[in-house]
Every structure is written in C-alpha cells, then in structure tokens.
C-alpha cells in the first residue's frame, strides 16, 4: 500500500531486495513455518498469520482450529515488544477469536529480546560480518524506531531494545563504546526514538 507514494529511490531499494518468492518477509517467515514444522513433527501443526497481508491471522487460526487445536502457542516474529507490532498481533487475535463459540487456550509469547538463543544466532551474524570484513571501529546496533509518543505513553520497546543490544555487547567482548545503537525507519512527521540511524 504505502509503495506507491515512496520516492523512486526507495521504491527501487524495495525492488533489489524482491524475491523470486517475492516479499523477503513473505519469503523468510514461510521458511520459518517450514522449519519450524519440521522441528515440531506431525503433531503439532504450525500456521503463518501476518497482521497485515496474507496468509491473514484469520485464516491461520481457521487453519489451526479445523484440525483439532484446543491449546494455541502465538510467537509474533518480533524480538522486541511493542504495541505497535506484538501488540497489533494480540489485537488481530483477540478480533479473530471475538466472534467465536469456541476459544483455545493461548500461550502468548510476549517477546524474547533476550533469549540467549536468540542472542547468540545475533552474535553469529555479526561474528561472520566480522570474519569477512573485519572488525569495525564502531558496531552500530540499528532497532526499527517508533515514535517517541508511544513510548512516553508506556511502551517499553526502547527498554527492550536497549536489553537486546546490552546483551549482544556482552556476547560478543565488546566495550560500550565500540557500539552505537540507533533507530530507523521513521515516518510522518512526529518525533520518533533517537539516535537516528
């Protein structure tokens, strides 16, 4: 939706990093429901729900229920919890469930900015960046931003990101002033979190 009225320049960013899959989101999240399928094993399908776009989370909630699920685990794909993201995800299943006579129970996994799994496939990332362009002067940790508002209003997304970037700087050895975290993507005309990427 938003594509159209982005400049060229970005539009054409947009279309280098296409797939022959098309979306890298679409793309990367359905190599995820594969792999995490697999992991899983027979008993316990696995459906994708994007909050906006398709597959819906509608539709992978019809999916899960029409084969027997009474008990639901909900992973939004977001590392750090913002009610802008994991929030929308709780928000979109509380709609689809509304209408509903009968509800699963849910286990919603809020976020896991800390995970030391999760930390450590960042600190592998990075590791490999290194290896294969050396180590830098400065690291620099870049978080999608949100406005400033919403965490003024109580979402406690920076804190969370900051957690996430604390505990890949000790993963990794690095002294606080190796790395700089920042923020990016913003849009609209109010204040969003800074440093700016």
């Known amino acids: 939706v938003i594509l159209p009225f982005l400049s060229p320049r970005v539009a054409k960013l947009y279309q280098s990093i296409w797939t022959v899959?098309?979306?890298?989101?679409?793309?990367?999240?359905?190599r995820q429901e594969c792999a995490?399928?697999?992991?899983?094993?027979?008993?316990?399908?696995?459906?994708?729900?994007?909050?906006?776009g398709s597959p819906s989370l509608p539709s992978a909630l019809d999916s899960l229920l029409s084969q027997g699920v009474t008990q639901l685990v909900v992973?939004?794909?977001?590392?750090q919890y913002s009610c802008s993201t994991t929030g929308a995800v709780w928000d979109g299943l509380a709609d689809a469930l509304r209408s509903r006579r009968q509800v699963p129970g849910i286990r919603f996994i809020r976020d896991y900015a800390t995970h030391p799994?999760?930390?450590?496939?960042?600190?592998?990332r990075?590791?490999?960046s290194f290896a294969l362009h050396g180590v830098p002067d400065r690291l620099v940790i870049s978080f999608h931003g949100i406005p400033v508002r919403y965490a003024t209003e109580g979402d406690d997304y920076p804190l969370r990101c900051q957690a996430t970037a604390q505990a890949l700087i000790?993963?990794?050895?690095?002294?606080?002033?190796?790395?700089?975290?920042?923020?990016?993507?913003r849009f609209g005309r109010?204040?969003?979190?800074?440093?700016?990427?």
Do not use: N
Not at 117 to 124: F, V
């Open 36 to 52: 995490l399928s697999a992991r899983l094993g027979d008993d316990i399908p696995v459906a994708l729900g994007m909050s906006y």
């Open 75 to 79: 992973l939004p794909l977001y590392p």
């Open 21 to 30: 899959d098309g979306s890298p989101l679409l793309a990367f999240s359905r």
């Open 117 to 124: 799994t999760y930390i450590d496939a960042l600190k592998q």
């Open 126 to 128: 990075v590791e490999a």
């Open 190 to 197: 109010e204040p969003w979190l800074t440093p700016y990427t």
């Open 170 to 185: 000790a993963a990794l050895g690095l002294a606080p002033e190796q790395v700089q975290m920042t923020f990016q993507s």
